[in-house]
T-cell receptor
Framework: EPEVTQTPSHQVTQMGQEVILRCVPI?????FYWYRQILGQKVEFLVS????????KSEIFDDQFSVERPDGSNFTLKIRSTKLEDSAMYFC???????????FGPGTRLTVT | GEDVEQSLFLSVREGDSSVINCTYT??????LYWYKQEPGAGLQLLTY?????DMKQDQRLTVLLNKKDKHLSLRIADTQTGDSAIYFC???????????????FGKGTKLSVKP
């Protein structure tokens, strides 16, 4: 069964460093998302991406964040200069044309020290 | 703003039914979802219901939607120890004005199943 994959599973970085989190969405899906979950808190929407551009972003998704679909398969989230409060689990998700089944990857745990 | 609320914990005995409840605030939600998260794992889509339905059954899972009260529930029949996990309720919005289905999640209900 097709699934969303994410790498790495765990990333440790120092404050101020740039990180890139990678996702491979399900191959025939057209809508892509990033969410994050700070430990013990709700899963929060960050950004949605369709047709090679951002379609919606939350107020969390500030200028430190960017997304890219560099080729036909990968979808990346870059954090330019990480802060301690960026420590969280980051989930990628993708959705097909039917616009109602959104599938999540296993997540990348980002730890900023 | 939009908000989704769930109780944080539920404990049941193996073989009993579990009922996990959720309330949401935005009546324009189009789809309502249940996701399951096992320890250290991602979010698994369990089931969803369109807002013009009031019930959906899928094997051991029954979803009930009371749109008037903005109340959603997930019933798991014959609960097993393997059902122990966190269950998230989520809502999404119509796809217009740039919105492309981003989900608003509750905090999750931790279901513990005792043998």
């Amino acid at each position: 069964e097709p699934e969303v994959t994410q790498t790495p599973s765990h990333q440790v970085t120092q404050m101020g460093q740039e990180v890139i989190l990678r996702c491979v969405p399900i191959s025939n899906h057209l809508y892509f998302y990033w969410y994050r979950q700070i430990l013990g808190q709700k899963v929060e929407f960050l950004v949605s991406f369709y047709n090679n551009e951002i379609s919606e972003k939350s107020e969390i998704f500030d200028d430190q964040f960017s997304v890219e679909r560099p080729d036909g398969s990968n979808f990346t989230l870059k954090i330019r200069s990480t802060k301690l409060e960026d420590s969280a689990m980051y989930f990628c998700a993708s959705m097909d044309r039917t616009l109602y089944e959104q599938y999540f990857g296993p997540g990348t745990r980002l730890t900023v020290t | 703003g939009e908000d989704v609320e769930q109780s944080l914990f539920l404990s049941v005995r193996e073989g009993d039914s579990s009922v996990i409840n959720c309330t949401y605030t935005d009546s324009s939600s189009t789809y309502l979802y249940w996701y399951k998260q096992e320890p250290g794992a991602g979010l698994q889509l369990l089931t969803y219901i369109f807002s013009n339905m009031d019930m959906k059954q899928d094997q051991r899972l029954t979803v009930l939607l009371n749109k008037k009260d903005k109340h959603l529930s997930l019933r798991i029949a014959d609960t097993q120890t393997g059902d122990s996990a966190i269950y998230f309720c989520a809502e999404s919005y119509p796809h217009y004005g740039g919105s492309q289905g981003n989900l608003i999640f509750g905090k999750g209900t931790k279901l513990s199943v005792k043998p």
